[in-house]
């Protein structure tokens, strides 16, 4: 079992429609990053946080550290926001430091 | 500023070849992190630099070398390619640990046949 799990896998939408990308983890972390990969294949972060919720215009990403989940909201979703989202946690290793463990990312595509 | 840039884009060498992947970055960051994007997998952290002139290994850094000889640049080196190396690599580079954001180049698109 990954240590980083993400679902769905794939997520069509209507433009307009809200939109919900889940993450789980099954180890303690510090933090949780969740990116975007454009169809051209760049990486951009969106958010990190280590607790409550961040909020950056349409996008809205929440953590609940105890029940190792993390959500990544889209409201009124548009086709320019299709792309894969990717969550990654920061897990502390035995020797103290910090690596990322990434999901295998969400596909989102927003119909017109 | 170019933020995190890669060079080559695209590469395509025969079993046994060897090339070098350079990623340099103009933003005084100490981090610096080789990963690889494989289809139906999450990113992979091949190699990462915690400082000019250090380095270490991540989570797949067979079949791979890599340098850190100035803070601003982060060399991935293939000695002897293999077809398991067709992937897409990128570069990233964060202030310090994994809580900072990280910033990532455009990709090396890398084919090995």
């Known amino acids: 079992k990954n240590e980083v799990e993400q679902s769905p896998q794939n997520l069509t939408a209507q433009e307009g429609e809200f939109i919900t990308i889940n993450c789980s983890y099954s180890?303690?972390?510090?933090?949780l990053h969740w990116l975007q990969q454009h169809p051209g294949g760049g990486i951009v972060s969106l958010f990190m946080l280590s607790s409550g919720k961040k909020k950056h215009g349409r996008l809205i990403a929440t953590i609940n550290i105890q029940e190792k989940h993390s959500s990544l909201h889209i409201t009124a979703s548009h086709p320019r926001d299709s792309a894969v989202y990717i969550c990654a946690a920061v897990i502390i290793t035995q020797g103290g430091s910090e690596k990322l463990v990434f999901g295998k990312g969400t596909k989102l595509t927003v119909n017109p | 500023n170019a933020g995190v840039t890669q060079t080559p884009k695209f590469r395509v060498l025969k079993t046994g070849q060897s090339m070098t992947l350079l990623c340099a970055q103009d933003?005084?960051?100490?981090?610096m992190y080789w990963y690889r994007q494989d289809p139906g997998m999450g990113l992979r952290l091949i190699h990462y630099s915690v400082g000019e002139g250090t380095t270490a290994k991540g989570e797949v850094p067979d079949g791979y070398n890599v340098s850190r000889l100035k803070k601003q640049n982060f060399l991935l080196g293939l000695e002897s390619a293999a077809p398991s190396q067709t992937s897409v690599y990128f570069c990233a580079s964060s202030y310090t640990s994994g809580r900072n954001e990280q910033y990532f180049g455009p990709g090396t698109r890398l084919t090995v046949t």
């Open positions: 180890v303690g972390i510090s933090a």
């Open positions: 933003m005084n960051h100490e981090y």
